[in-house]
């Protein structure tokens, strides 16, 4: 994975030049959101896996050959587990932060930003401090998290279990 940092206005109010057009930032529901000091778009790298999994010590697996020989794309998932451990760091530094998809601008940033071809961007991450009168969450929020009953499933699909598992002491 490689990760763009844009900091300071000049860098992170080019980024939303890119993707929130000034029309539409009057009804934007975050209005705060552009203001973050600092932004880091993830980016996920096929050929870098491709690559590793060519060498002699990876050549077995057979994944080196096109990114479709890969059931799940890795490069995706440690994109997003990165892309969490930032979010997981910014909060442990006491900052607020919020992981966010490019919607459609994922092209017009690379232009942008000079971003070298075969990168995917996954989403970006503000990172600032929130505003201690900002709390309004998400209109997804107020659906709820379904039950623990309908996602956890223990030894067979199907069989509703709200038991967290046990793990050996």
């Given at each position: 994975m490689e990760f763009l940092v844009l900091e300071g206005p000049?860098?992170?109010?080019?980024?939303?030049?890119?993707?929130l057009p000034e029309q539409a930032r009057d009804t934007f529901p975050w209005p705060r959101l552009p203001l973050a000091p600092a932004l880091v778009v993830v980016y996920?790298?096929?050929g870098r896996y491709l690559d590793r999994y060519s060498e002699p010590d990876k050549a077995s697996t057979e994944l080196g050959g096109s990114d479709e020989d890969w059931p799940i794309p890795y490069w995706f998932i440690d994109a997003a587990f990165s892309a969490m451990a930032l979010q997981l760091l910014a909060v442990d530094e006491g900052l607020g932060c919020c992981f966010f998809g490019l919607f459609g601008h994922e092209r017009d940033i690379s232009r942008r930003f000079d971003v070298p071809g075969g990168q995917r961007a996954i989403g970006a991450v503000a990172i600032g401090y929130p505003a201690p009168?900002?709390?309004?969450?998400?209109?997804?929020a107020e659906r709820g998290r379904r039950e623990l009953g309908e996602v956890l499933h223990r030894g067979h699909?199907?069989?509703?279990?709200?038991?967290?598992?046990?793990?050996?002491?």
């Open positions: 000049e860098q992170t109010s080019a980024y939303w030049r890119v993707t996920a790298d096929a009168d900002d709390q309004r969450p998400s209109t997804s699909w199907g069989i509703p279990d709200v038991r967290l598992p046990e793990v050996g002491r």
